[in-house]
């Protein structure tokens, strides 16, 4: 047994795969087989050698045609995880590189989004750029893009195009409003999607209209494009056949949207704007101390209640008044709950408050600051380089066996344009000239 499970690696990423289809077949047909098998992976050394060094998308060649943040976030993590990225650029660069200059003179949404990957800069109306770019293709995995809509089908690059030329082919299009649907000819960046999908309807305080702080929308498409890579991966395993994957940010948006929408089209209304409260649930959201330190609180079930009334508040009698019945109750004499807390909170100092809440085993949280995050002491941080310097970046929020104690770097542009070019020229098919 250990000389099939050593050797299926000699054969490349093709007799891993073919390994891995004869895995899940005998666990479907033979499950003593499997038990046998599981105790020699679990149990022998040269599984225990391997599984700290070889990451589980290693082989993998992804082609990322991609710029600012949705494909980019995408693709950075996939890196992580092993895969070879190679990361297509227009001639002057991802303009998401031109976004700020804050980390030591690189953009910061660059630096975060594109480590561990080779850049290279071609400008595909050139045939000869182009034919170097369906050379890759051709050896490729998985093909990533986020162009503008219908941008890749005028290169002769479509999902449905490649596929039948390289049925293996997996193909990812991630755009603002999906293929189909009067919007999907639209252009959308992060705070059109935001506004279109309602997120800024349910999201802030009363007032002027707010943009939730990150790019919320780009981040989730990306990790939702993710999550469609990886199943198609291990589709790939076990049919031989690659696949689609279609992402659109206001789909990533919509899903997110979920409960307002659930709430709204059969409850008869969606929640409003309010702040750092709970449309839902009393008592949540931030009362001030006697010292003006701030404190978010949340009470998720009648347990908790009891206890924060008993211990936090020290007012037991809360528990027989009717206002105070259930939560929809609390939710109904909000201003009752609220004003109860917020009076009890001003009484005190932030660490008695603190120790109250700590001895109740209430959730509570800080009202914190971006500086505030960077000394948390949950933050954990990864080394990476940037130009001379090193930064420290957040760790991936997954802490795995494999994860790697430092970053690579983000690359410059066309930083690897000279060896990649003479990697594929050799299978680029001949260019063809439009006519003219």
Same mark, same amino acid.
């Given at each position: 047994?250990?000389?099939?499970?050593?050797?299926?690696?000699?054969?490349?990423?093709?007799?891993?795969?073919?390994?891995?289809?004869?895995?899940?077949?005998?666990?479907?047909?033979? &499950?003593?087989?499997?038990?046998?098998?599981?105790?020699?992976?679990? +149990?022998?050394?040269?599984?225990?050698?391997?599984?700290?060094?070889?990451?589980?998308?290693?082989?993998?060649?992804?082609?990322?045609?991609?710029?600012?943040?949705?494909?980019?976030?995408?693709?950075?993590?996939?890196? +992580?995880?092993?895969?070879?990225?190679?990361?297509?650029?227009?001639?002057?660069?991802?303009?998401?590189?031109?976004?700020?200059?804050?980390?030591?003179?690189?953009?910061?949404?660059?630096?975060?989004?594109?480590?561990?990957?080779?850049?290279?800069?071609?400008?595909?109306?050139?045939?000869?750029?182009?034919?170097?770019?369906?050379?890759?293709?051709?050896?490729?995995?998985?093909?990533?893009?986020?162009?503008?809509?219908?941008?890749?089908?005028?290169?002769?690059?479509?999902?449905?195009?490649?596929?039948?030329?390289?049925?293996?082919?997996?193909?990812?299009?991630?755009?603002?409003?999906?293929?189909?649907?009067?919007?999907?000819?639209?252009?959308?960046?992060?705070?059109?999607?935001?506004?279109?999908?309602?997120?800024?309807?349910?999201?802030?305080?009363?007032?002027?209209?707010?943009?939730?702080?990150?790019?919320?929308?780009?981040?989730?498409?990306?990790?939702? /494009?993710?999550?469609?890579?990886?199943?198609?991966?291990?589709?790939?395993?076990?049919?031989?056949?690659?696949?689609?994957?279609?992402?659109?940010?206001? +789909?990533?948006?919509?899903?997110?949207?979920?409960?307002?929408?659930?709430?709204?089209?059969?409850?008869?209304?969606?929640?409003?704007?309010?702040?750092?409260?709970?449309?839902?649930?009393?008592?949540?959201?931030?009362?001030?101390?006697?010292?003006?330190?701030?404190?978010?609180?949340?009470?998720?079930? $009648?347990?908790?209640?009891?206890?924060?009334?008993?211990?936090?508040?020290?007012?037991?009698?809360?528990?027989?008044? &009717?206002?105070?019945?259930?939560?929809?109750?609390?939710?109904?004499?909000? /201003?009752?709950?609220?004003?109860?807390?917020?009076?009890?909170?001003?009484?005190?100092?932030?660490?008695?408050?603190?120790?109250?809440?700590?001895?109740?085993?209430?959730?509570?949280?800080?009202?914190?600051?971006?500086?505030?995050?960077?000394?948390? &002491?949950?933050?954990?941080?990864? +080394?990476?380089?940037?130009?001379?310097?090193?930064?420290?970046?957040?760790?991936?929020?997954?802490?795995?066996?494999?994860?790697?104690?430092?970053?690579?770097?983000?690359?410059?542009?066309?930083?690897?344009?000279?060896?990649?070019?003479? $990697?594929?020229?050799?299978?680029?098919?001949?260019?063809?000239?439009?006519?003219?």
């Amino acid at each position: 047994m250990p000389s099939v499970f050593q050797g299926c690696f000699q054969f490349g990423k093709e007799g891993f795969e073919q390994w891995q289809f004869l895995w899940r077949y005998l666990a479907t047909t033979m &499950p003593s087989h499997v038990v046998t098998f599981h105790a020699f992976m679990s +149990d022998t050394t040269p599984h225990h050698s391997l599984k700290n060094t070889v990451k589980p998308l290693q082989g993998l060649l992804v082609v990322a045609l991609e710029q600012a943040v949705a494909a980019p976030y995408c693709s950075s993590r996939l890196a +992580d995880a092993g895969a070879r990225v190679i990361k297509i650029e227009r001639p002057e660069g991802d303009f998401a590189r031109g976004y700020d200059r804050h980390v030591h003179g690189e953009s910061s949404y660059f630096v975060w989004i594109n480590r561990g990957k080779e850049s290279i800069a071609l400008d595909l109306k050139k045939p000869e750029d182009l034919s170097i770019l369906k050379a890759m293709l051709a050896g490729a995995d998985v093909f990533l893009q986020n162009l503008a809509p219908g941008a890749t089908a005028r290169l002769g690059l479509s999902s449905e195009s490649l596929r039948a030329h390289h049925p293996r082919l997996i193909t990812c299009d991630i755009s603002g409003y999906g293929a189909h649907g009067s919007y999907h000819q639209m252009k959308a960046y992060d705070l059109l999607v935001q506004a279109e999908s309602g997120l800024i309807a349910v999201s802030g305080a009363p007032g002027e209209w707010g943009r939730i702080g990150v790019s919320l929308c780009d981040i989730t498409a990306g990790m939702n /494009a993710l999550i469609g890579i990886q199943q198609a991966v291990l589709q790939r395993h076990l049919t031989g056949q690659g696949s689609s994957v279609h992402v659109s940010l206001f +789909d990533s948006a919509a899903e997110l949207m979920s409960v307002p929408y659930l709430q709204g089209r059969y409850g008869g209304r969606a929640p409003d704007r309010v702040g750092l409260k709970h449309p839902s649930i009393t008592p949540y959201g931030v009362f001030p101390c006697g010292d003006g330190r701030e404190l978010v609180i949340s009470i998720q079930n $009648e347990r908790e209640w009891q206890a924060f009334c008993k211990i936090v508040l020290q007012r037991p009698d809360l528990l027989a008044d &009717p206002r105070c019945a259930d939560n929809a109750a609390r939710c109904n004499h909000r /201003a009752f709950v609220d004003g109860v807390v917020t009076d009890v909170f001003a009484a005190l100092e932030s660490a008695q408050a603190i120790q109250r809440l700590d001895m109740a085993q209430t959730a509570y949280g800080h009202v914190n600051s971006v500086s505030d995050l960077m000394v948390h &002491p949950q933050l954990r941080t990864r +080394d990476m380089p940037v130009g001379h310097q090193v930064v420290k970046m957040p760790a991936l929020p997954w802490q795995v066996e494999w994860e790697s104690p430092s970053y690579l770097p983000a690359p410059d542009i066309d930083s690897h344009g000279e060896a990649l070019r003479q $990697e594929f020229a050799a299978s680029a098919p001949p260019p063809v000239s439009k006519p003219h």
